[in-house]
T-cell receptor, first 114, second 113 residues
Framework: GENVEQHPSTLSVQEGDSAVIKCTYSDSASNYFPWYKQELGKRPQLIIDIRSNVGEKKDQRIAVTLNKTAKHFSLHITETQPEDSAVYFCAARYSGGGADGLTFGKGTHLIIQP | EPEVTQTPSHQVTQMGQEVILRCVPISNHLYFYWYRQILGQKVEFLVSFYNNEISEKSEIFDDQFSVERPDGSNFTLKIRSTKLEDSAMYFC???????????FGDGTRLSIL
């Protein structure tokens, strides 16, 4: 089955700086890669996702890049703000139009220092 | 924006007892999922459900677990004989036709004593 590795486990950055979180996946059939943000005690919320037919996607301060050859994808947050502090999870799945489960990474605790 | 709703928010149960966790997926969604998250750990896939049957299940989803869609709106997860290690947050999720994005509910915190 799929295995997703995520690094780092904790990331502390100064407010206004950029943050980068990296994930690798094992199953070359995976074609859908979402990123979820989870605040303490709350539900995971999708912040951005990317499919394997594109290499990069951007939404305001958040971007995701995908390298299919290396089976590697990354989350980039620019101009970080205190409200960006949370745990971020990457995930991967094969999306064939059916009910395929997500395989999550272990999460990155992002701390924005004021 | 429509949401996935889960009840109860917190369930406390004695070890060995049966528990049913309830979910109301987004109304026009066709695919339903259960995940669990042990405190401080990653979210783990349990099972997916489509067209009134299990589509995929993980090795965690053993014989003590079952899922059901008893009517047109509810989706339930039953744990037959709970163990201490079943203590976790259980998330329900749903997705629409051709949509990769899975919408998560707020979760049910299950505590086994």
């Amino acid at each position: 089955g799929e295995n997703v590795e995520q690094h780092p486990s904790t990331l502390s950055v100064q407010e206004g700086d950029s943050a980068v979180i990296k994930c690798t996946y094992s199953d070359s059939a995976s074609n859908y890669f979402p990123w979820y943000k989870q605040e303490l005690g709350k539900r995971p919320q999708l912040i951005i996702d990317i499919r394997s037919n594109v290499g990069e996607k951007k939404d305001q301060r958040i971007a995701v890049t995908l390298n299919k050859t290396a089976k590697h994808f990354s989350l980039h947050i620019t101009e970080t703000q205190p409200e960006d502090s949370a745990v971020y999870f990457c995930a991967a799945r094969y999306s064939g139009g059916g009910a395929d489960g997500l395989t999550f990474g272990k999460g990155t605790h992002l701390i924005i220092q004021p | 924006e429509p949401e996935v709703t889960q009840t109860p928010s917190h369930q406390v149960t004695q070890m060995g007892q049966e528990v049913i966790l309830r979910c109301v997926p987004i109304s026009n969604h066709l695919y339903f999922y259960w995940y669990r998250q042990i405190l401080g750990q990653k979210v783990e896939f349990l099972v997916s459900f489509y067209n009134n049957e299990i589509s995929e299940k993980s090795e965690i989803f053993d014989d003590q677990f079952s899922v059901e869609r008893p009517d047109g709106s509810n989706f339930t997860l039953k744990i037959r004989s709970t163990k201490l290690e079943d203590s976790a947050m259980y998330f329900c999720a749903s997705s629409g036709q051709g949509e990769g994005y899975q919408h998560f509910g707020d979760g049910t915190r299950l505590s086994i004593l």
